[in-house]
């Protein structure tokens, strides 16, 4: 077996040497970064989740690789949690606060009491399988209890699954703010189990919820104070362009450790800053997205290749069975579960809740706190580590994979709005209340075929062949052109619609939208009378659009479906103010695919973990209806056909 690579410091005599050391070292990491970036055309080719590939490429570069030999865990947990503190201010800062409102009671349920479900059953199902205690069988469960933002928030938008606003913001603001008690749960128990002392559960579970409100208090005041913080100094300060991301990045760093360092949950508080700073109009926001998407994309790289170098895959084979099955059991049963009981007061449809289990990812985060064991130096931790490692990788290959698959056969992909498009946005200087945008003209889109593009939008430019023309003078807008238009900043995407292409619809969107369209303001007596529905009293004299609205408990979506006796309603279009504009009807309504809806329900999993007890009763019971039904029936006489008559 080749010798693993060392580099330690030298100095005196070995100047040069420690020298030559710095540069491998920095070609080396070069060197996986670029093999990470190449490998997601490779990832988005074959639909492979590229965190996944990203771990793999650490696995495959360390110890048990090609040698390089990491093992600082302190440094590991430092590196990680630094990266991971990027990716979640940018995916706050992506977030619209709409879509955070309507998604914050159900994912604040799913981010506590479904983390300690969770945590629960899979301690319960590590204490009998492996040889762990209690206490580590439960550590080993809050290890991997909370979902991973990073791959959360890369699967739904970087994959390009188009699903409901509500599910979609459900998933990502859990993912963001489910932290706090899985660190918690964990850092307690990593706690008892380093000092021996013997600990009652009421004095445990007393801590856990007093250091979790803590934390979840003192994150969220962080997090609304920095955001302020970084709102008011882009403001105030005249800062130059290029150096407007840097500061922005460096304040929601500061904005992380600050609420760490008082106690409270640093990844919770730089999410919420996020938050905050990319809903308000801050200068130069086209500049920070695009600084922030490459920081992103270096984050996930850096923090996934490291915590891949990190683990020693030679340790894996004697535990990889149980670690296999554990993960399984997380996935299938555990996960499920929670989700199930944490969504009830909700009202998600079923086919909407088997989705939200099966995004559960686990990642980064998880394999940051089983590195928390190996720093306080309890006996297991190497083996919790391990456990937690192979439990990450099946999660990412089993459901990272097969996430667009899933939302498919549930029938919660919605079509396309809006074609393909070519747009720009470009910052002005000196202003927030106004920005420019940048249009391709497209061939079939609307503007191309005459329609006029609305007064509170301000052409000023138009690039035809290579000359540059005023919009007055460039006349109707060619295929080709490209036009500059100043909007309000409070209207950044209501162009689009105009600029658009012609979405394009396959067979399964057409069956999505329905059979034909409606009015939404028609009355939804005439729908009763047509196909004989039964409605409530209160129901009769209201509008198709009210019914729907009603039904679906307010603020209806693109893509909502209400089901009416033997026909589905559907929400073809709505406005930014939830107005409904468009109806489709569905006489055959397509139905998600039932097997998996069943199993990722209480229903379902009960029904499997009950069926050994059970096969015996019911083959009793269908042999008895057998015999009841062959008694009940009689033979009835034989006629010829209507045909052979005549």
Avoid at 77 to 88: E, K
Avoid at 119 to 128: F, N, R, S
Avoid at 153 to 167: A, E
Avoid at 182 to 206: D, M, R, Y
């Amino acid at each position: 077996m080749h010798r693993p690579y060392r580099f330690t410091a030298r100095n005196g005599r070995e100047g040069g040497i420690y020298e030559q050391g710095i540069y491998l070292v920095i070609l080396i990491g070069t060197a996986l970064v670029l093999v990470a970036a190449f490998s997601s055309l490779i990832a988005f080719r074959f639909g492979a989740p590229l965190l996944l590939i990203f771990l793999l490429i650490g696995l495959a570069a360390g110890t048990d690789g090609l040698g390089l030999d990491f093992d600082n865990a302190p440094l590991a947990y430092f590196v990680g949690s630094l990266a991971l503190a990027v990716v979640l201010f940018d995916s706050g800062f992506r977030t619209p606060v709409a879509a955070f409102k309507q998604a914050a009671l159900p994912a604040l349920s799913l981010a506590t009491f479904g983390v300690v479900l969770t945590a629960g059953l899979v301690g319960l199902c590590t204490h009998y399988l492996t040889d762990f205690s209690w206490l580590e069988s439960f550590l080993l469960g809050s290890i991997v209890a909370s979902t991973d933002a990073a791959a959360v928030f890369f699967l739904l938008r970087v994959g390009n699954i188009s699903i409901r606003d509500r599910v979609r913001s459900t998933l990502e603001v859990e993912s963001g703010s489910n932290d706090p008690i899985a660190i918690f749960l964990t850092l307690t128990l990593v706690s008892v189990l380093a000092t021996g002392e013997a600990i009652k559960p009421q004095q445990l579970a007393g801590d856990v919820l007093t250091g979790f409100l803590v934390q979840m208090g003192l994150g969220v005041a962080g997090g609304l104070v920095g955001g302020r913080l970084i709102l008011w100094l882009v403001e105030k300060l005249d800062l130059d362009r290029g150096l407007m991301p840097i500061f922005v990045l460096a304040l929601s760093l500061m904005v992380f450790a600050a609420a760490g360092a008082i106690g409270g949950s640093g990844f919770l508080a730089v999410y919420i800053a996020g938050l905050i700073a990319g809903n308000a109009r801050l200068r130069a926001a086209a500049s920070l997205l695009r600084f922030q998407d490459g920081m992103t994309w270096l984050a996930q790289i850096i923090m996934f290749l490291v915590l891949g170098l990190f683990a020693t895959p030679s340790q894996f084979p004697i535990i990889i069975g149980d670690a296999i099955a554990i993960g399984l059991f997380l996935i299938f049963i555990g996960r499920p579960l929670a989700v199930a009981l944490c969504l009830i007061p909700f009202r998600f449809p079923r086919a909407e809740t088997a989705f939200v289990s099966w995004v559960g990812l686990r990642g980064a985060v998880s394999i940051l706190l089983a590195i928390t064991p190996l720093i306080s130096e309890i006996p297991n931790g190497r083996a919790l580590f391990n456990f937690a490692f192979i439990i990450v990788l099946v999660s990412l290959i089993v459901q990272g994979w097969t996430v667009g698959k899933v939302a498919r056969r549930l029938g919660l992909v919605l079509p396309p709005r809006l074609g393909p498009m070519e747009k720009i946005t470009l910052d002005l200087p000196g202003t927030r209340h106004h920005e420019l945008l940048t249009y391709r003209v497209i061939a079939d889109s609307p503007v191309a075929r005459g329609e006029r593009i609305p007064r509170w939008a301000r052409p000023s430019l138009v690039l035809r062949d290579g000359r540059s023309l005023s919009f007055q003078d460039a006349g109707r807008l060619q295929p080709g052109d490209y036009v500059y238009i100043v909007i309000p900043g409070a209207f950044p995407h209501l162009l689009d619609r105009l600029f658009a292409s012609r979405a394009e619809l396959d067979p399964q969107d057409v069956e999505f939208f329905g059979d034909f369209t409606l009015d939404p303001q028609r009355p939804v007596r005439e729908l009763a009378e047509a196909y004989e529905l039964e409605l409530a009293a209160e129901e009769a004299d209201w509008t198709i659009a009210e019914l729907i609205t009603a039904r679906v408990g307010g603020s209806p979506e693109y893509g909502d479906r209400v089901v009416l006796g033997d026909i589905e309603l559907i929400v073809r279009d709505a406005d930014p103010q939830g107005r409904i504009t468009s109806v489709g009807v569905s006489l055959d309504p397509p139905k998600p695919s039932e097997s998996i809806v069943t199993i990722l329900s209480v229903g379902g999993i009960w029904h499997w973990l009950t069926t050994p007890f059970r096969r015996g009763k019911d083959e009793g019971k269908s042999r008895r209806r057998a015999h009841l039904d062959s008694l009940q029936k009689e033979p009835r006489p034989t006629r010829a056909a209507p045909a052979e008559e005549a």
